[in-house]
């Protein structure tokens, strides 16, 4: 089984190739511009590097969002174009909460693991889940004061691109383990799709905005 994963929601362009549970190939590139224009074309190489075609995939896995509007809605048009071009082609989205979460090891998760990401503005994005990566709540789009008020007389674990932002702060929790990243784990965003398609859930790919597109008139 072939499994093919991309994230374009962040600075980076990240796309992984799996074999069953083993990665095969990665492409990962930070760059300020240009993340929606070169996913299609580092996707081909891959692909030809491995000596497959979009015909030989089984599953697509794509990261959902939270994080920039156009990548978020790009990521979802070319997987859904990816499902036009294979009708036998099965998709799957994954969010960035969930990839974030998952790719804890047991040990490092406390009371309450916080995903916080960035959003390049004076607020964050943030999802809670327990010790066994159950949702708390429903992800939403929080300031600093708030998202501390929901974490008091709890052990937290935090994780996400988030992080080093929100904790530059005296926090005053109790902090259990910190993971800093960069971008979501693409890994994780494809061994998420492949676990869901053994157990036959499968989420199709929607967009996760929780904030309207920055936009202005001219």
Known sequence: MFTLA?????????????????????FELQTEFGQSEMLISQIQNILERNHLNIQKLNLLSVCTGPGSFTGVRSSISAARAF?????NLALCGINAFEAYGASLDKQKRSDIVAVILETKREDFYVAYFDQNLNRIS???????????????SNSI????DGVQRFLSKQTGLHIHDIVFTSHPPINQIALSAIARFKEKKLD??????LKAADVCAK
């Open 6 to 26: 991309f994230d374009i929601t962040t600075s980076f362009c990240s796309i992984a190739l799996f074999e069953n549970d083993i990665r095969k190939d990665i």
């Open 83 to 87: 499902g036009l071009a294979n009708k």
């Open 138 to 152: 429903s992800p939403k789009a929080a300031v600093f004061e708030e998202i501390v008020r929901d974490l008091k």
């Open 157 to 160: 674990t935090f994780i996400g």
């Open 204 to 209: 199709f790919p929607k967009p996760l905005y």
